[in-house]
């Protein structure tokens, strides 16, 4: 979809890019990280803040590649960055522990609305 589909006012970065954890792997003492079914990529999420005035919190949009993507900074005194997603894509599920309508975003990669794709040093694409 269309960034603009899904965020026609904007959206703003809130906190890190975060490794996801693999929580079949993982144990107590040793986290390990999420990678992708389909690309063996490792997983990464970031909170977003959507810029429209009625939207209801934030929501988390999951990044793969080997290296950590990086959000542009805060600028004009601002504490959120303003980010835009490339090739992002929405899947609508029902969240089992409410009976809701949900959506889980994921994106190939992050940049900054005015500038080119953040891409990962050695892959060639930001983790998405």
Do not use: C
Request: no cysteine.
């Amino acid at each position: 979809m269309e960034f603009g589909f899904v965020f026609p006012h904007g959206a703003f970065v809130r906190g890190q890019v975060e490794p996801v954890r693999d929580f079949d792997k993982s144990t107590k003492d040793n986290q390990v990280q999420a990678r992708d079914k389909e690309s063996g990529e490792r997983v990464w999420q970031v909170e977003v803040i959507d810029a429209d005035p009625n939207a209801k919190g934030s929501v988390k949009v999951k990044l793969f590649g080997e290296h950590q993507p990086v959000p542009p900074a805060p600028s004009g005194g601002f504490p959120f960055a303003a980010v835009e997603f490339d090739g992002l894509t929405v899947t609508p599920y029902v969240d089992s522990k409410t009976d809701r309508l949900a959506y889980s975003f994921r994106a190939k990669a992050i940049r900054d609305p005015k500038g080119a794709a953040k891409a990962a040093p050695s892959a060639g694409k930001a983790a998405a």
